[in-house]
């Protein structure tokens, strides 16, 4: 009798057919988004596709949460689309090695009730999605809660409401240019450059929690995008996305230097001389805006945590390695989970006795 169940089990996941029509892939697509897709295309109900991918509980919607695969289970989408698991990895980023669920006898998928906890789920363009005939309800994976169509002019974000996926940045032109240094920032530093415009993106939130630090462009941004649309949160990383990028920069151009031992004292204190200068260009009161700059710096103190190694052959030289605390900046986490400074947007702002000190105490 054992026998034969054994047998029947074994029957039960023989590797799957391949679906009659297939769903293109599509960069950076979340597993489920791609899921809910091809099931759609095969007149299928969602619950019966997964049910030829592997054990599970209860499918939930893509635009909430993202579903993990073991490896089995990625065999078996494999087979249902006739691609090598190596191919959805590469388009599919919740499929990486690192995000597969612990491998076993049998394939397991799991689609959690709540929201990914390391990255955010944000819609596609749906002018990118309709000129390659795919729906407009597609959702992409996303170190941010937002992310920037450079071809169209659009801000998306992961907010679920019908028609309030996109702000046109046609009037702010900078926010599209900024991003593409953005882009430009991490090819060239590597997992280490995607840290520093964590931290970066947190020094512009400090001073956005606190009206007094906000340099006036601000407000004219917010302005040409409309300031009641989807709440100040909402606007925030989008208005402050030049300065964070600007500021990103100025980390990089300390930390590469820093982590290859060729910075001293004297290299600090010009250093945030001319940081101080950028915040006067912007009309801010440097004093008080250095404040998180300062404890940044005292996050990073010489002599780096981890020593230097040789100049990386191939011309790879400038590629930053990520900085403690960062040492999971290359795996994809949020920037959230990647900053090391502790606060967000939205944040109570610190009481006006305390950011005066902070601004006095110097760095460590």
């Not at 390391?118 to 937002?146: G, K, M, N, Q």
């Not at 917010?222 to 925030?236: F, I, P, S």
């Not at 010489?302 to 290359?330: C, I, Y």
Request: proline residues 9%.
């Amino acid at each position: 009798m054992a026998a034969r169940k054994s047998t029947a089990r074994r029957k039960a996941w023989r590797t799957p057919e391949r679906l009659p029509r297939q769903a293109r892939l599509i960069a950076d697509e979340s597993t489920g988004s791609f899921l809910g897709r091809l099931a759609q295309l095969n007149y299928m109900p969602l619950d019966d596709l997964m049910g030829l991918v592997g054990e599970g509980g209860k499918a939930m919607q893509p635009r909430y949460t993202e579903v993990y695969l073991n490896p089995g289970a990625l065999e078996r989408l494999a087979a249902l689309t006739a691609r090598g698991p190596e191919v959805l990895q590469r388009a599919l980023p919740s499929l990486a090695p690192h995000r597969l669920l612990e491998a076993g006898p049998e394939p397991v998928w799991r689609w959690p009730q709540w929201e990914a906890k390391d990255v955010f789920l944000v819609r596609a363009c749906d002018l990118c999605a309709a000129a390659r005939r795919h729906p407009s309800d597609v959702y992409l994976v996303s170190v941010t809660r937002w992310r920037v169509c450079p071809r169209h002019h659009r801000w998306l974000d992961n907010l679920r409401e019908d028609g309030a996926a996109w702000l046109p940045l046609r009037t702010v032109p900078e926010l599209v240019r900024a991003h593409r240094e953005r882009m430009g920032m991490e090819r060239r530093l590597g997992a280490g450059g995607r840290a520093l415009l964590a931290d970066a993106l947190h020094i512009t939130a400090f001073w956005w929690n606190i009206p007094s630090l906000c340099p006036p462009t601000w407000e004219a941004r917010r302005q040409l995008l409309g300031g009641e649309v989807g709440g100040d949160l909402r606007l925030a990383p989008l208005v402050s996305y030049p300065e964070t990028v600007r500021i990103a920069w100025m980390l990089a151009a300390r930390e590469r230097r820093r982590m290859r031992g060729t910075w001293g004292i004297e290299d600090d204190k010009m250093w945030l001389d001319a940081v101080g200068e950028l915040l006067d260009e912007w009309r801010m009161p440097v004093a008080l805006a250095l404040v998180p700059v300062n404890i940044w710096m005292q996050h990073h103190g010489m002599p780096p945590h981890r020593k230097t190694t040789g100049r990386p052959a191939q011309g790879r030289w400038r590629r930053l390695p990520a900085p403690l605390p960062h040492e999971d900046a290359s795996c994809g986490m949020h920037l959230e989970r990647l900053t090391c400074l502790p606060w967000r947007f939205g944040d109570e702002p610190p009481e006006a006795d305390d950011t005066m000190a902070w601004s006095v105490s110097g760095r460590a």
